[in-house]
T-cell receptor
Framework: KAGVTQTPRYLIKTRGQQVTLSCSPI?????VSWYQQTPGQGLQFLFE???????NKGNFPGRFSGRQFSNSRSEMNVSTLELGDSALYLC?????????????FGPGTRLLVL | KNQVEQSPQSLIILEGKNCTLQ??????????LRWYKQDTGRGPVSLTI?????NTKSNGRYTATLDADTKQSSLHITASQLSDSASYIC????????????FGQGTTLQVKP
């Protein structure tokens, strides 16, 4: 069974640009969560999608948005990029999103904003 | 405020030695606590998950303990190997919150030969 895949793996953008990251969950998983990881802040929750609906949201500005498609694939968009958006963006999937389910993480997309 | 704090921030041990990582949390109401291992450049991998009623869980050489009264957890690594070098992240989930997890800053472990 294929794991969680994320594309692209690396990305370089400049301030003010916008970026879209993609995540394909494990087959059969309907819950996809997104996280930002930086050396200073550690892992921080961005949002979770389940069956194409945003179910939960972290404390990030509106420049961060996401969506989920009917095949459970998810995209995350960051508009008007800032230097501080440089980070590793991880997505994780689980079957239904119930509390005790294990989350499976993808390898991440490393974003560098210049 | 829901928080998860881990200690130490970093740790260096010799191969074959044991070590214990600590996690204190203030998340309430508590649902479950997970330990993840994250190798450099890769996504975290789940090691253990424990609910309120579980006070110990093992996964090979990794043993996690949970004291829900004092809101503390520990991850004990036995007979460390070079491949144990990684960041170990404690994650707590609040009851009633289906997707949002509160992450600790992690402990970076380096195992030297």
């Amino acid at each position: 069974k294929a794991g969680v895949t994320q594309t692209p793996r690396y990305l370089i953008k400049t301030r003010g640009q916008q970026v879209t990251l993609s995540c394909s969950p494990i087959s059969g998983h309907r819950s996809v969560s997104w996280y930002q990881q930086t050396p200073g802040q550690g892992l921080q929750f961005l949002f979770e999608y389940f069956s194409e609906t945003q179910r939960n949201k972290g404390n990030f500005p509106g420049r961060f948005s996401g969506r989920q498609f009917s095949n459970s694939r998810s995209e995350m968009n960051v508009s008007t990029l800032e230097l501080g958006d440089s980070a590793l963006y991880l997505c994780a999937s689980r079957r239904t999103g119930q509390l005790k389910e294990t989350q499976y993480f993808g390898p991440g997309t490393r974003l560098l904003v210049l | 405020k829901n928080q998860v704090e881990q200690s130490p921030q970093s740790l260096i041990i010799l191969e074959g030695k044991n070590c214990t990582l600590q996690c204190n949390y203030t998340v309430s109401p508590f649902s479950n606590l997970r330990w993840y291992k994250q190798d450099t450049g890769r996504g975290p991998v789940s090691l253990t998950i424990m609910t309120f009623s579980e006070n110990t869980k093992s996964n090979g050489r990794y043993t996690a303990t949970l004291d829900a009264d004092t809101k503390q957890s520990s991850l004990h690594i036995t007979a460390s190997q070079l491949s144990d070098s990684a960041s170990y992240i404690c994650v707590v989930s609040a009851a009633g919150n289906t997707g949002k997890l509160i992450f600790g800053q992690g402990t970076t472990l380096q195992v030297k030969p």
